[in-house]
């Protein structure tokens, strides 16, 4: 099945260099050069992926990733000529799931694509819960499904929450120091602060108020579960 990416670039150059790679690799593309048309075409249906350039005419991406946010938890990588890191932290914030900051290698927007999609598509289940369903208190997993349950409540959540959560559910109780999560939910070729996974930490948390999430101060974080 081919793969619908959006591309929102207001340059034209770019937007004809990553036309190029992404066709070659076969994936479906379809061009904006401005945030209020790219818009009105989410509106009509959601595609596989989003590519969004940060300084757009009218509605910048900031703005257009936030309403995309709000409505689908599709993949997210945000491209822009600002490499400052309070900008990558904000599409961060805002639920991008990755940033690469101009000028890029186009080769390595396509690695990223793939290693996004492969995340997000992923069916491993790698732990002894039955089903690849995880069970943490009131916190279920599914993993085949890439769902989660809070509650008994599904709750929508981006696919770093989600990459977290899983992270958290499969080892309760042992704590894990931001570094490490920055590794295993942002990868080894991210170079960002590791206040990322606080800020991801921050949404979890208001997502699913209750979740036992605990700091442990100074080191970083653990799924705390109470022995019966």
């Given at each position: 099945m081919t793969q619908t990416i959006y591309v929102v670039e207001d340059d034209k150059n770019i937007r004809d260099i990553v036309q190029a790679y992404l066709s070659n690799e076969g994936y479906e593309l379809k061009l904006l050069d401005n945030g209020e048309d790219a818009w009105k075409l989410a509106e009509q249906g959601q595609p596989d992926m989003w590519i969004l350039d940060i300084m757009l005419p009218g509605m910048d991406g900031y703005e257009l990733c936030k309403k995309i946010r709000e409505t689908s938890e599709v993949p997210i990588i945000i491209i822009s000529a600002k490499d400052e890191e309070v900008d990558k932290i904000l599409g961060l914030e805002l639920g991008s799931d990755d940033y690469l900051t101009k000028p890029f290698s186009p080769r390595e927007l396509v690695a990223r694509i793939k290693r996004l999609f492969k995340r997000v598509h992923s069916t491993t289940v790698d732990t002894p819960k039955s089903n690849g369903i995880i069970r943490v208190g009131d916190l279920q997993i599914d993993q085949p499904a890439r769902?989660?349950?809070?509650?008994?409540?599904?709750?929508?959540?981006?696919?770093?929450?989600?990459?977290?959560?899983?992270?958290?559910?499969?080892?309760?109780?042992?704590?894990?120091?931001?570094?490490?999560?920055?590794i295993l939910v942002w990868g080894e070729d991210y170079f960002g602060s590791d206040r990322a996974v606080d800020?991801?930490?921050?949404?979890?948390?208001?997502?699913?108020n209750g979740l036992p999430i605990e700091t442990v101060w100074g080191y970083g974080y653990r799924l705390e579960l109470e022995e019966e």
């Open positions: 769902q989660v349950f809070w509650e008994e409540t599904e709750i929508d959540v981006t696919t770093k929450e989600y990459e977290m959560l899983e992270i958290f559910a499969k080892q309760p109780n042992r704590a894990f120091s931001r570094e490490e999560l920055l800020d991801l930490v921050k949404r979890i948390r208001k997502k699913l």
